[in-house]
């Protein structure tokens, strides 16, 4: 027998994750990255479940944009998180774009950012977007394969008062393939 396949299927986080979600979530803050978005801020994890169930149907105020977010599992695992902005603001315009993903650390390095940006386009074709902004610090050279492996033309690079440097890519969405 081979190697197990490893493939990664996104779905919407449910009650029963929330162990998994929460150790991701503070492996994360270690690097300063938030891997569930707000959650800091939320009551409880259904609070929290339930704001983005709002989100996901455009229930939100201004700043706050429609946003689908998704855990990456491979089998049961959590291995990383995909939201994908329905519109963007005037933030997100500058920095951060129409998607965001992140690997655990232990799970890096084997594909599975390609994998959450594959599917974050087809999510995003779903909602109706035929372009994504994607954004990423120039020395995040993970993030700046990802993007350019999925087509990504660079626009350019500009500069965030705290976000610091940020290369700001377009990807065409084809037809549905
Ligand atoms: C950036 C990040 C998502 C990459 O995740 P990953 O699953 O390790 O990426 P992949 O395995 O899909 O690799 C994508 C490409 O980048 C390369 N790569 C990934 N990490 C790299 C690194 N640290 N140094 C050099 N190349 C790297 C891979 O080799 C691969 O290129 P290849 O296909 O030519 O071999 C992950 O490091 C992460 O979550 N970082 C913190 C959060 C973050 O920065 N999110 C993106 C915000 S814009």
């Given at each position: 027998?081979?190697?197990p396949e490893r493939v990664l299927r996104v779905r919407a986080l449910t009650a029963a994750d929330e162990p998994q979600a929460r150790a991701a979530h503070e492996r994360l803050a270690v690097d300063g990255v938030d891997f569930c978005l707000g959650l800091d801020d939320a009551e409880s994890w259904a609070a929290w479940l339930d704001q983005g169930e709002r989100l996901r149907a455009g229930e939100c105020i201004p700043p706050w944009v429609p946003e689908t977010f998704v855990g990456g599992f491979v089998g049961s695992t959590l291995?990383?998180?995909?939201s994908v902005r329905h519109e963007l603001n005037e933030r997100l315009a500058l920095v951060g774009g129409h998607l965001g993903y992140a690997?655990?650390?232990e799970h890096r390095r084997r594909g599975y950012a390609?994998?959450?940006m594959r599917e974050g386009l087809r999510i995003a074709r779903d909602v109706g977007l035929d372009r994504v902004l994607a954004t990423c610090s120039p020395d995040n050279i993970g993030s700046v394969r990802t993007i350019e492996q999925a087509g990504g033309v660079l626009q350019d690079v500009v500069t965030h008062p705290t976000a610091g440097l940020k290369r700001r890519y377009w990807i065409?969405?084809?037809e549905a393939g």
């Open positions: 027998m081979g190697e291995v990383g998180r995909l690997v655990l650390p390609g994998d959450l065409a969405l084809g």
